[in-house]
């Protein structure tokens, strides 16, 4: 059934839908299964489209609709009581996002609310939980370990008992009896994952985590985990969301991810502080990091692509904003073990000895691993950590461009750079530098024109003005009418020390691209159209740096990987046609990955290919908001925009819609459609697209509504 088909049916039943009530049910000619709504005392607010954006799919029900959906799903746990008969009894709240009541059985408000329970006490001596809740779990006949044996955390089961007070209010009693000696001064957490199902009414589900701490005896908590925070997690999976979706919170996560739980299959630890780091650091493991999952499923992460430096510890532990930071946010470098070391630096041997001297407990470890020693690349753990590009030795180069000459077609430009280093009192004369490679290119409608000049050796340097001059050896085009820009790749190679007496670390201490747009007529420059902010493309990859960490901004990527730009000159010819590298092709193309129907391999340097189809993004693709700067994800592109040559797709050349949407959507049913959708006018030499009659803004099956999530 579409979302359209579905929206209709939302809004028909909504019309015949009488208000829900937020108040209690009583029972009808004291039947206690047959329930009416009392009249609430209050009038609730009603959700409204209003509340929600684009990208949702709820903001395309209309008010009805919504008022129907009551979207969201959220869980309050009230409180806790552990009887005589040493089973927790929860009293706890269901509503939706706007805070009404949801009966969880589905029938007065649409969905039902399934919720699974975990019980378990923290552990402060050893950072971890251990469940009350378990299961055990059998080696499949098929795996390396065939009828093996594991206990595992896991939640109640089977269910016990729930007692609904109210709509939207109810308890839940425990199956699992609590051994007669447990600790009751220790910490304690419920954990519940909920799924309020309406696939079938809007075509997804919604999901909520709550984790309660207490304490039986009453007492006040002092110990409780709080190592990582959703947040940090979200700057790149979007959503965090595994065991089908169900489990989003990283505290409920751990609260089965602890020692106490194998892989039977395998014989493989999944506690968490093992799982993370071999997860996203395959490359640091002597064999394949392989846990077989519920049906027989086999979860190899041996391909996994990490999209930033795996010394970035603080990225995870203790997030990129105040809100992503935990209260035991120095975990990672206070509370050094041989687990959760041991799971990046796979070759280590702390009990054998191997890679490292003999260590049989964790007692000593911040012995020599100090948390920060003030020295980079020594034994402590941040400096181990420091990442070269990051280290506190480089000066930084500054480059800014004070003017530019001769811009007109048929012209060789003259620009003039100051290059600074440090605080911008040292001046540096641009042949002096490792790379001096100035940019010349137009124009900035679709680049496809452009020259990188090496300049080393050709500038004019003018110690006092403290300036750097350079004349292209390239002209301008004479038909080169419009805007154009300048820019360039500019470093300095720079040793760095090793705090542990290593040889030294020869870094490319690159500037920022110096961005500067001119016209080559009397009418203004404009700059070119921002399709994409680098600050998002950071949430994920921390530092996005190419092609040996010189190009920093989209600015100048966008400059080369242009319409009708490839990879030619690297591509052996047995390997056939060259692949475009067009960003709108490449970058879709790439963040598809796995899910591509054909593959997308790039030949870079040396003829070396780049196979991108194993590419597993963590994100949700239809969330384009989260590379594109809003507005930008729509169709039809901006005037301008070059068609792209696409030698190795269904058909070439695609206009720059086609060839953006045909990224993600590769199959051929997807390409004959825009095929079918585009046409080259008389006297055109650019094809025309029809994308925008259905998918432009506000239109039936805008890019908005079809990605709405």
Not at 64 to 81: E, Q
Not at 160 to 166: A, F, H, I
Not at 274 to 295: C, D
Not at 396 to 414: C, E, Q, R, Y
Request: glycine letters at 8%; one cysteine or more; proline letters at 6%.
């Amino acid at each position: 059934m579409s979302f359209v088909t579905r929206s209709l049916m939302i809004v028909a039943a909504a019309a015949t839908l009488a208000v829900t009530s937020s108040g209690p049910l009583t029972a009808v000619d004291g039947n206690a299964s047959r329930r009416r709504p009392v009249v609430a005392q209050t009038t609730p607010t009603q959700p409204t489209t209003s509340a929600f954006t684009p990208a949702q799919m709820e903001y395309y029900l209309g008010e009805d609709g919504v008022a129907y959906i009551r979207p969201g799903l959220k869980i309050k746990i009230n409180s806790v009581t552990i009887g005589s008969d040493r089973r927790a009894v929860v009293d706890f709240n269901l509503t939706d996002d706007f805070d009404q009541p949801l009966d969880r059985a589905g029938k007065i408000t649409p969905g039902v609310v399934s919720t699974s329970w975990i019980f378990a006490y923290y552990s402060p001596d050893t950072r971890e939980y251990t469940a009350y809740t378990t299961r055990t779990a059998t080696g499949v006949a098929t795996s390396p370990n065939p009828g093996a044996t594991a206990i595992q955390a896991s939640s109640d089961s089977p269910a016990g008992p729930y007692v609904e007070l109210e709509m939207g209010h109810y308890t839940y009693k425990f199956t699992k009896v609590l051994p007669e000696n447990y600790d009751k001064a220790k910490t304690h957490t419920i954990g519940i994952y909920a799924t309020r199902n309406l696939t079938e009414i809007l075509g997804k589900n919604y999901y909520a985590n709550v984790e309660h701490d207490f304490r039986p005896d009453g007492g006040t908590i002092t110990a409780k985990w709080d190592k990582i925070r959703d947040g940090a997690c979200l700057n790149c999976h979007d959503p965090l969301a595994l065991h089908g979706g169900s489990r989003r919170d990283v505290k409920l996560c751990v609260m089965c991810h602890s020692t106490q739980t194998k892989d039977p299959d395998t014989g493989n630890s999944v506690n968490m502080a093992e799982l993370v780091h071999k997860i996203h650091y395959p490359a640091g493991q002597t064999t394949p990091y392989i846990i077989w999952g519920n049906q027989s499923s086999i979860h190899n992460y041996s391909h996994t692509t990490y999209p930033q430096s795996v010394l970035n510890c603080a990225n995870c532990h203790e997030g990129r904003t105040a809100a992503q930071k935990p209260t035991q946010s120095d975990i990672w470098y206070t509370q050094p073990s041989r687990r959760a070391c041991g799971a990046c630096h796979g070759a280590t041997d702390f009990a054998g000895g191997s890679n490292h001297p003999k260590q049989t407990s964790d007692t000593q470890c911040a012995t020599c691993h100090i948390p920060e020693s003030g020295v980079e690349f020594d034994a402590s753990i941040k400096g181990a950590h420091t990442i070269a590009s990051k280290s506190k030795q480089l000066k930084g180069v500054k480059v800014s461009i004070v003017s530019v000459t001769g811009v007109a077609p048929g012209s060789k430009p003259t620009v003039t750079y100051k290059i600074t280093q440090g605080d911008g009192t040292t001046v540096i004369d641009g042949n002096k530098l490792s790379t001096f490679s100035p940019i010349l290119a137009g124009p900035t409608t679709s680049y496809v024109d452009y020259w990188r000049e090496n300049a080393i050796g050709k500038g004019v340097f003018d110690a006092a003005a403290g300036t750097t001059t350079y004349t292209f050896t390239n002209a301008i085009p004479a038909t080169g009418k419009g805007t154009w820009v300048i820019s360039g790749d500019f470093y300095l190679n720079t040793a760095v020390k090793r705090g542990d007496g290593g040889a030294d670390i020869t870094v490319r201490d690159a500037a920022v691209n110096p961005i500067k747009y001119v016209s080559t007529t009397s009418a203004p420059a404009v700059a070119r159209r921002q399709i994409v902010d680098i600050n998002l493309c950071n949430e994920c990859h921390d530092s996005l740096a190419l092609h040996g960490g010189q190009r920093l901004v989209i600015d100048e990527c966008v400059i080369c990987h242009n319409p009708v730009e490839d990879d030619q000159s690297r591509r052996p010819a047995a390997a056939g046609a060259p692949e475009s590298v067009s960003f709108q092709r490449m970058i879709h193309r790439i963040h598809s990955g796995e899910e591509l129907t054909q593959p997308y391999t790039v030949y870079g340097f040396g003829g070396t290919p780049f196979d991108f189809t194993e590419v597993l993004y963590p994100g949700d693709r239809r969330n384009c908001l989260s590379c594109h700067i809003s507005g930008t994800q729509n169709v039809p592109p901006a005037v301008g925009a070059d068609p792209v040559v696409t030698l190795r797709d269904f058909f070439s050349p695609q206009g720059p819609g086609t060839a953006s949407c045909l990224g993600c959507h590769d199959n051929e049913d997807a390409a004959a459609h825009a095929f079918l959708n585009t046409t080259n006018f008389p006297g055109s030499t650019k094809p025309s697209e029809a994308c925008g009659t259905c998918h432009g803004a506000g239109a039936e099956w805008s890019v908005d509504k079809s990605h709405a999530r």
